[in-house]
């Protein structure tokens, strides 16, 4: 390792993502940008005609730290002969190597600073399966809207339409993002959904209210380890979604103020989110702590290594043992939450912040700032004793 170079293998796996972004500095103006998602982006700055400028050099794994530093060598030599290497990178998407893969790489390239990294593993995957064998290699334009059509059809016919819909939309990015370069004059998949299926969604299973004193009952009795049972209450007291329980870590709760902090990486809608705990949910936390505490992960697998969360289908399977499969989802949790507190009068607001659901009125959700707090924390107590009412049901019907 030259005097230059500054970063090492070990030191680049140690960077832990925080609050925001920041920079690992190798040297020669490459550098490595830690994203609060956890993803690794190698980044060069340069100047060129007397502006400072950035050329993306890929993600980590992917692109290892001796690959970057070639890239920068590369980029460096083209520097040297006058030439922008950013100019040269688009005039190569614009030759003969501008298909659709590449082009969709790149865009992945752009987009994935704003995504976690398991949804552009998710992106590129599907891609990779359903879109690439077929038009990968093919310069994107020349693709017809026809071609398109033909490609996703295929989709289509394994009855597959949510995976469809999300297929068109990622494809629509590439080509617009595409149109946007100069690469292509129009967009081929503008307007398609008018000869596709399109995807319904269905509701989450979820009980009826008179089955709520059942599945209280079930969760207090049926033998489970401790983070999955705990796991089940904290999603039924605050109705939080279940990755957004997977991936909680202990300095994301403040017992003393009762409340649950989750940082905007971890939340679908990417902002953060302020969560109150109810009495109930402090106490079994509380109890967890005392298992899970040293570990990374509030609700950590009691399989070695200790370092991961429980799986994602912990808890699913959980109500699946207690008989309700078919019946009830963890997500279903929120559904009868959210019904049981609007019939019960509380205001809507406060639920659908608790809820963590995005406003569809855009500008009055882009100046609604306010958390609700203390109506929030009075509902969700409420919420909590109810719970503890229904459980009371069940045993008075005994």
Partial sequence: MT??????????????????????????????????????????????????????????????????REKVEEARKLLANGVNPSTERKEKINLSKNNFKAVAL??????????????TKEVTRTLE???FPYIGNEPIHTISTQKIISVLKQVESRGSLEMLKKLRQRCNGIFVYAKVLGIIESNPVEGIEMVLKSHVRKNFNNI???????????????????????????????????????????????????????????????????????????????????LTGDFPFVFTTMKRPYNKPFSENAMLFALYRMGFRGRMTVHGFRHLGSTTLNEN???????????????????????????YLSERTQMMQWWADYLDKEKEKFKAAL
Avoid at 106 to 119: G, M
Avoid at 220 to 229: G, S
Avoid at 255 to 260: A, G, I, N, S
Avoid at 358 to 365: A, L, M, S, Y
Wanted: glycine share 4%.
């Fill in 3 to 68: 005097a230059s170079n500054k970063l090492n293998i070990s030191s680049i796996k140690a960077a832990k993502p925080e609050k925001k972004p920041y920079r690992l500095s190798d040297g020669k103006g490459l550098f490595l940008l830690v994203n609060p998602n956890g993803s690794k982006w190698w980044r060069f700055h340069y100047r060129f005609d007397g502006k400072q400028k950035t050329l993306s050099m890929g993600v980590f794994p992917e692109i290892g730290l001796a690959n970057a």
């Fill in 106 to 119: 790149n865009w992945i390239d752009l987009k994935s600073v704003k995504w976690t990294e398991s949804h």
């Fill in 129 to 131: 399966l359903n879109i």
């Fill in 208 to 290: 009826k209210l008179q089955e709520l004193p059942e599945l209280i009952q079930a969760m207090k009795t049926i033998a489970m380890d401790l983070p999955t049972k705990v796991g089940l209450w904290t999603a039924l007291y605050t109705l939080q979604r279940t990755s957004e329980i997977r991936y909680a870590t202990w300095d994301e709760f403040n017992f003393d103020d009762k409340l649950w902090a989750i940082p905007a990486h971890r939340m679908k809608m990417k902002r953060d989110h302020i969560v109150p705990l109810p009495a109930q949910a402090i106490d079994l936390l509380l109890e967890l702590k005392e």
């Fill in 345 to 371: 009068g509380f205001d809507s607001r406060y639920i659908e912040k608790q809820l963590s659901h995005e406003d569809r009125n855009k500008v009055r959700g882009a100046y609604n700032k306010a958390e």
